[in-house]
């Protein structure tokens, strides 16, 4: 697919970018995402164009379905305007599928960096205490604890590079 070879250098670029700077460039996901949506436009559906609308979804879909994350302040901007990015190269449906990937490279980074900096034990003992609160039906969502051991800051441009990446292998090239 060849969409998915214009696409993986530009996630690499700011997965690198972010775990360097915590930062993603803005020259690099504007240019990106007209690069998708006009890499979409001319190719020809059987060498996996998908045209300019479902393109234009697809960065949609990205944009909208983590802009909460950003909103609730456990995202960056940039990481929202990267999804969104890969959402012109995948289309809609393809970056809802993605998401799911992205979702669970994000978790398990989450806990690699959470253990990387010795908060594990207090995150696991924090979550344990919630879902025995919720399940034993011990209060309202208002009053369930706040942990008390959050999760670090995090490059997420490596949890999209690397879920979007696992999407394009298991679906396109598996």
């Given at each position: 697919?060849?969409?998915?070879?214009?696409?993986?250098?530009?996630?690499?670029?700011?997965?690198?970018?972010?775990v360097?700077?915590?930062?993603?460039?803005?020259?690099?996901?504007?240019p990106?995402?007209?690069?998708?949506?006009?890499?979409n436009?001319l190719l020809p559906?059987e060498?996996?164009g998908?045209?300019?609308l479902?393109?234009?979804?697809?960065?949609g879909?990205?944009?909208?379905?983590?802009?909460?994350?950003?909103?609730?302040?456990?995202?960056?901007?940039?990481?929202?305007?990267l999804?969104?990015?890969?959402?012109?190269f995948l289309?809609?449906?393809?970056t809802?599928?993605?998401?799911?990937?992205?979702?669970?490279?994000?978790g398990?980074l989450?806990?690699?960096?959470?253990?990387?900096?010795g908060?594990?034990?207090?995150?696991?003992?924090s979550l344990?205490?919630?879902?025995f609160i919720?399940a034993?039906?011990?209060?309202s969502?208002?009053?369930?604890?706040?942990?008390?051991?959050?999760?670090?800051?995090?490059?997420?441009?490596v949890?999209i590079?690397?879920?979007?990446?696992?999407?394009?292998?298991?679906?396109?090239w598996g």
């Open positions: 697919m060849i969409i998915g070879l214009l696409l993986l250098p530009l996630l690499f670029f700011a997965a690198w970018h972010d360097r700077s915590r930062r993603i460039p803005n020259y690099l996901v504007f990106g995402a007209a690069l998708g949506v006009l890499s436009a559906q060498m996996g998908l045209g300019v479902d393109s234009l979804a697809g960065w879909v990205g944009l909208v379905l983590l802009l909460p994350l950003y909103l609730l302040r456990t995202m960056g901007a940039g990481d929202v305007k999804m969104a990015m890969a959402g012109a289309g809609a449906q393809g809802l599928n993605a998401l799911l990937y992205v979702l669970l490279a994000g398990v989450a806990l690699a960096v959470t253990w990387h900096q908060n594990l034990r207090r995150l696991l003992h344990k205490t919630m879902l919720g034993t039906g011990g209060g969502v208002g009053s369930l604890p706040v942990p008390d051991a959050s999760l670090p800051s995090m490059p997420y441009g949890a590079a690397v879920g979007t990446t696992a999407y394009l292998v298991i679906t396109h």
